[in-house]
């Protein structure tokens, strides 16, 4: 499995490291997303980006937005079976399967949340709705949310493609091509810790929606609650391709467009399917709530 | 406007020039789309994609995927009205009447056939079903269409948005923004030869139906018949990241992917609209026709 060219976590240094940390703490995510790893790749982006668009999603008004867009993230149709029962039969214990749902749960509080931070960075990119001075939030939604990892919340362990086993290659390319995706979403490199149940995940809960027309329109929909929220922040959150003109070369350029606009798909995917995995184990209502809400 | 990165025939030399040369008289379109044109600014992928794809997208076979694609193009709902009455008001005569349909359905014949060609390239990158050798064609899917444009059928003059008046910026940026596209379609660059119809065609034709439920669908569905035909050709239709590995840089690689899938949507998107700009004029089954059919 040739690795998709991004900067990770470990790999990050100087600045870069010390962005990858404020993203952490800023967003209370424990990871940071693929699309920032990849577009770190491009000079002068990410800092810029981040630095426009910090001061818009450290706010209530953006943590609220990502709960409306978790909220929307349902398929519709019955949910996905309990892999409880596979799970008690491949000898977990109570206490795995609790530790596996508050993964699911952070990467459930983090994916609405980098669904609203790719939403800005695009919009703001074609000069398009990503909020600007005009907006006033109410003096709650401005508020800051406290800075850090939620309290018993760690940094995750992304396994790394290159040297994992066949059997959990194999899983993540089933995952990445399910969705006809161009490399592994993070949630995938983390769930890989647990290849009996990212096999149950994929094949029981993924499979059979992916690429389905219902769940074309649950993207759809959640990509226009992140577009209209974003509009209403009170700043513009991100640079536009004319702002990095004289930074960046014709073919950065025309490549960051491109991977602004997968990843704004991507991430929708992506947030619409662990949802759906947490569905799977404890119902729509505890699958839609915000868990790290302060 | 500041014009986004590209290559445009005028400036394309050498063996790009001969490419450009190849793609119309291959595909018997008269402009080189948009996405080849800033692909083009990578190193070394269009010359490799195109001459992997050009034994596939040369055949009959190909020239009926895109037939399909173009019936299967059609929102739901009732045709936009009749523009006649209007640009007949404005002055317009018979002639200036037919030279526009016939400008039309040349975009139509050729945006079915591009959105193969995205498509091809895009499943190959990945690696995914962009044919092979075990697919068998019948003699007359394999046979090779006419090599050069249709009888009178000229290549079209793309308008510079850059030296466009200020009312013709407008219109493309109102046409680029409708649907969250990253600049102007080769079509409306076309079209805006006849700014008083271009005009007309963005506010009764397109603006009620852009970023509808309805036309995410619609995209959704003639992609979907894209990829199930690109993956029946008799060989790969283009060049997987992996191949071009030692070739690009990291930078090069993650833009293209991006840039791929992007087009994948935005080709998608223009093919709907322009097929229903004709269908205002002529309705449904002129709309959907091959009127360059050999």
Avoid: C
């Amino acid at each position: 499995m040739n690795a998709f060219p991004q900067i990770d976590a470990d790999q990050a240094a100087g600045e870069l490291a010390a962005i990858y940390d404020d993203i952490y703490a800023t967003l209370r995510v424990p990871w940071v997303a693929f699309a920032i790893r990849v577009m770190a790749l491009f000079p002068a982006y990410v800092p810029a980006a981040w630095a426009a668009l910090k001061p818009q999603i450290s706010t209530r008004f953006a943590e609220a937005a990502a709960d409306l867009v978790r909220q929307a993230s349902i398929l519709p149709g019955p949910p996905p079976p309990d892999p409880r029962p596979k799970l008690r039969a491949a000898g977990w214990t109570d206490e795995q399967i609790r530790r596996l749902g508050r993964t699911l749960d952070a990467l459930n509080y983090g994916n609405p949340k980098y669904l609203i931070l790719i939403t800005a960075w695009n919009e703001a990119w074609h000069e398009r709705h990503a909020g600007g001075p005009e907006q006033v939030l109410s003096a709650t939604d401005a508020e800051p949310l406290p800075y850090g990892l939620p309290a018993g919340v760690d940094k995750f362990n992304l396994l790394d493609p290159a040297t994992a086993s066949p059997e959990v290659q194999g899983l993540l390319r089933r995952a990445r091509n399910l969705f006809l995706h161009h490399g592994p979403a993070s949630d995938y490199r983390v769930l890989a810790a647990w290849p009996d149940y990212l096999s149950i995940a994929i094949e029981d809960d993924l499979a059979p929606v992916a690429l389905t027309p219902q769940y074309d329109a649950t993207s759809y929909r959640i990509r226009a609650i992140a577009r209209e929220h974003v509009a209403r922040f009170p700043g513009i959150g991100g640079v536009s391709r004319h702002d990095m003109e004289e930074t960046l070369t014709p073919v950065e350029s025309a490549g960051l467009t491109g991977l602004l606009f997968m990843y704004n798909r991507f991430i929708a995917d992506i947030t619409i399917a662990i949802i759906r995995l947490k569905q799977a184990f404890d119902g729509t209502e505890s699958a839609t709530q915000n868990k790290f809400a302060t």
